[in-house]
């Protein structure tokens, strides 16, 4: 077996106040083959955020080891942590995060801006990532002419513009309805089958049965893994 895209050791994170400790991250230790999809599981508090915080480098974990794609990144310095973050991530997020004041197009090239792609190239590649998700007619809608459901297959087009090895989902359906979570849940299924490795938070145990695998976390623990 190849050298895993993710390789998590005893990690460990905690938030401090004036007055209280808070265990979010208690030594959590597992691995994520390329290709994969993950779904991470458990009750609210438990954790789930903050790991995908960590895994998308948003957040720094206090101890223990997080290795993406064969980087350490617990302990390295911020430019180091945004360059890798820029270079294998795609962000997905419940809210969709979409600025209103811009074109659907627009909003997606905001994924290729941070590496310096502007212009014609950043419009195209922008078009190109449209036409996967169904949206090519829509790239000169703004984002308040568009359902929920096309909102966050922006957010996906936008997320996925850049062709990052790793997509990390926070709750993605979470503000959709059933035709639309279903909708969403393929795009997420048939970008996996097209190789990009997957790592999706949710409540959902529907949502979790399309993952191919699913780490439960309980009290800031790996409570199981199947």
Avoid: W
């Avoid at 190849?2 to 050791?9: G, L």
């Avoid at 979570?181 to 795009?187: A, D, F, G, K, W």
């Amino acid at each position: 077996m190849s050298d895993p895209i993710i390789r998590v050791t005893s990690l460990h994170k905690r938030y401090r106040t004036d007055r209280l400790e808070t265990t979010a991250l208690e030594g959590v230790s597992f691995e994520i083959q390329r290709g994969e999809f993950v779904a991470v599981m458990g009750p609210s508090g438990c954790g789930k955020s903050t790991l995908l915080n960590v895994l998308g480098l948003l957040d720094r974990a206090d101890g223990g080891s997080y290795q993406l794609e064969g980087n350490e990144t617990v302990g390295g310095s911020e430019d180091h942590r945004t360059g890798l973050r820029k270079k294998y991530i795609g962000f997905i997020f419940q809210s969709f995060n979409l600025i209103d004041e811009l074109t659907v197009r627009a909003n997606v090239e905001l994924g290729v801006y941070y590496h310096g792609i502007r212009g014609k190239e950043a419009s195209r590649m922008a078009d190109e990532a449209l036409e996967k998700l169904g949206l090519s007619a829509r790239g000169d809608h703004m984002p308040s002419q568009l359902s929920g459901g096309q909102q966050q297959r922006a957010a996906i087009a936008r997320a996925i513009v850049n062709r990052p090895k790793l997509l990390l989902a926070d709750e993605p359906t979470g503000n959709l309805d059933s035709r639309n979570r279903e909708e969403v849940l393929e795009i997420l299924s048939t970008l996996n089958a097209q190789g990009s490795t997957i790592v999706m938070v949710t409540h959902s145990d529907d949502d979790a049965s399309r993952a191919g695998r699913i780490v439960r976390l309980r009290d800031g623990q790996l409570h199981a893994s199947s």
